[in-house]
């Protein structure tokens, strides 16, 4: 449907408009013609409301050929013989309304249209025209509407995504679990309490304080990790190894903060927590051409209840890689051979600028 028909509002302000033009197009006939007001408005004003319709249909050859997308001579050449096919019936249907006219009140129209058929081609191609800028002045305006929408919806998701990475790193699970193993090694290992302790404060500092900005770097990710791994190994034991193999020039690479803690957390909580042996959970950071390619693997029990990823925490890394980069950043899993992959592609030297 033509969007002037989308609300009564639109069509009045249109029609309004089209009014205006079409009395300045009889007056001007008008003029031209030397003939009598009343005969001009009686002949020439139906004709120019009936344009108002045809010169609507021009609004889908636009939505078909966008003006930044299309090539120059063939946008041109269409809307030449558009506006041409458009004028020709229009002014067939013009000699069909002079018969209608000329059988209720016998006169000289006729001959008058036909005097007039040049002057009213010019018009009709100049109203055509003026169509066509309308068209596609509001397929512009839309479309710059729609990116200001998409822009506006992005940065809510990123401030959404960011709120869920501040609330999953300070998991009130994580803290029970944390001071539980503080409690217990009171009891049986008091001289490691104070290392803990200090794991659990920077794990903390990091993730309150990084929670306000737009990037980190990889060196600075690896180390709130290891401070997460630190404190669960005080749990696991021997159940829990790890092992991270990372290119050098990778460590200072920006990458959105608070990325791999919820990967990590499911490694351990899907994986490791399933397994009475436990298991390795594995970290590859290499530097491409373009891209920043991180993988982590972690085994997991194909038989029991626990599967190798939480769901929930892969669409929240997902949609924050998508609201960061959009297509340029890729999230990928795969669960084979009891073993869990996870996936990260983030384009390399992306300008991440702190708010």
């Not at 009213?120 to 109203?127: D, Q, R, V, Y």
């Not at 290392?195 to 060196?219: G, H, M, W």
Request: one cysteine or more; a neutral charge; hydrophobic letters at 45%.
């Amino acid at each position: 449907m033509h969007p002037i028909f989308a609300q009564g509002r639109n069509l009045l302000a249109a029609g309004g408009l089209w009014l205006a033009l079409s009395a300045i197009a009889s007056h001007l006939l008008y003029l031209l013609q030397e003939i009598e007001p009343h005969v001009a408005a009686a002949l020439y004003s139906p004709l120019l409301f009936l344009f108002f319709f045809f010169g609507l249909s021009n609004y889908y050859i636009c939505l078909e050929l966008p003006i930044r997308r299309t090539p120059f001579l063939r946008l041109i050449a269409t809307q030449l013989i558009a506006n041409a096919t458009t004028v020709l019936l229009w002014l067939v249907c013009g000699s069909v309304y002079v018969w209608f006219l000329n059988r209720i009140y016998p006169d000289h129209w006729e001959k008058l249209y036909r005097s007039s058929i040049m002057s009213l081609s010019s018009i009709g191609a100049l109203l055509y025209c003026f169509w066509i800028l309308a068209h596609y002045l509001f397929l512009m305006a839309r479309q710059h509407e729609a990116i200001e929408r998409e822009a506006l919806e992005k940065k809510l998701l990123i401030n959404e995504t960011e709120l869920q990475a501040i609330k999953a790193t300070i998991h009130p699970h994580f803290l029970y679990n944390s001071l539980n193993t503080v409690a217990n090694l009171a009891l049986t290992e008091p001289g490691k309490i104070h290392n803990l302790c200090l794991q659990i404060s920077e794990f903390l500092r990091y993730s309150v304080s990084y929670s306000r900005k737009a990037s980190a770097t990889v060196a600075d990710e690896l180390v709130h990790i290891q401070n997460y791994l630190g404190i669960e190994r005080e749990r696991f034991g021997t159940r829990l190894h790890t092992v991270f193999d990372v290119d050098e020039q990778a460590r200072e690479e920006p990458m959105p903060p608070l990325l791999l803690f919820p990967l990590i957390e499911n490694s351990i909580k899907h994986g490791i927590d399933s397994l009475l042996e436990g298991g390795t959970i594995t970290v590859r950071i290499r530097c491409g051409a373009e891209h920043l390619d991180i993988q982590i693997e972690n085994p997991f029990d194909e038989l029991g209840k626990k599967q190798g990823g939480s769901s929930i925490g892969l669409e929240s890394v997902a949609k924050r890689i998508q609201a960061q980069y959009g297509k340029e950043g890729r999230v990928s899993y795969t669960r084979q051979d009891g073993m869990f992959r996870v996936m990260l592609s983030l384009p390399r030297q992306r300008a991440l600028q702190n708010p």
